[in-house]
């Protein structure tokens, strides 16, 4: 009988998804993604960019480091943690095949992610950014300069050259029949 996985986004780290995923040899979480009959196990390219963006607003650090933040500011010196079980609410991710790309309406090929955290397909993003600083050379007054944008909300890209600087990629690390 074929295991019943949820296709999933990424995660928080060392969360479970319902399907149970494990962890890399690297230790970070393994997500599943299923479309079609494929099974692809998807992580972040390596990335500076992935590094610094700061895309868990719940993770337990920021958690850790408000509750310091506030202890400090009412005069306390030391946070006093307890070994009680986490009973915040636990988000329940979205599954792959159910989000569609803002552009094409279809589940993302080549997934890509913007600053700003949209997903999108990497063909749709760049030929979006592509056609849409084009377009601007002919408007924008002379010797100004395009700046790229996402297509979803028009923030801007830094660092894009139009060959995936500035966003991030997700790309397969190990595709497997089911």
Not at 24 to 51: M, N, W, Y
Not at 111 to 136: E, N
Request: aromatic residues 4%.
């Amino acid at each position: 009988m074929a295991e019943t996985a949820s296709d999933t986004y990424p995660s928080r780290h060392g969360e479970k998804d319902g399907a149970g995923s494990s962890h890399g040899a690297d230790g970070e979480p393994i997500h599943d993604l299923r479309t079609g009959g494929l099974k692809a196990v998807l992580a972040p390219s390596s990335s500076p960019l992935l590094a610094s963006a700061s895309l868990e607003p719940g993770s337990s650090t920021s958690l850790l480091t408000e509750a310091c933040a506030q202890s400090l500011s009412q005069g306390g010196s030391a946070v006093q943690l307890s070994n009680a079980p986490d009973t915040s609410p636990v988000h329940e991710v979205e599954p792959l095949a159910a989000y569609p790309c803002p552009i094409c309406f279809s589940p993302p090929t080549y997934a890509t992610i913007t600053p700003c955290g949209h997903v999108l397909c990497g063909d749709c993003l760049f030929t979006a950014v592509k056609t849409t600083m084009q377009r601007g050379a002919y408007t924008l007054p002379a010797g100004e300069r395009m700046i790229a944008r996402c297509p979803v909300c028009r923030a801007p890209i830094p660092g894009w050259d139009g060959k995936g600087g500035g966003v991030i990629g997700l790309r397969p690390r190990a595709v497997f029949s089911l």
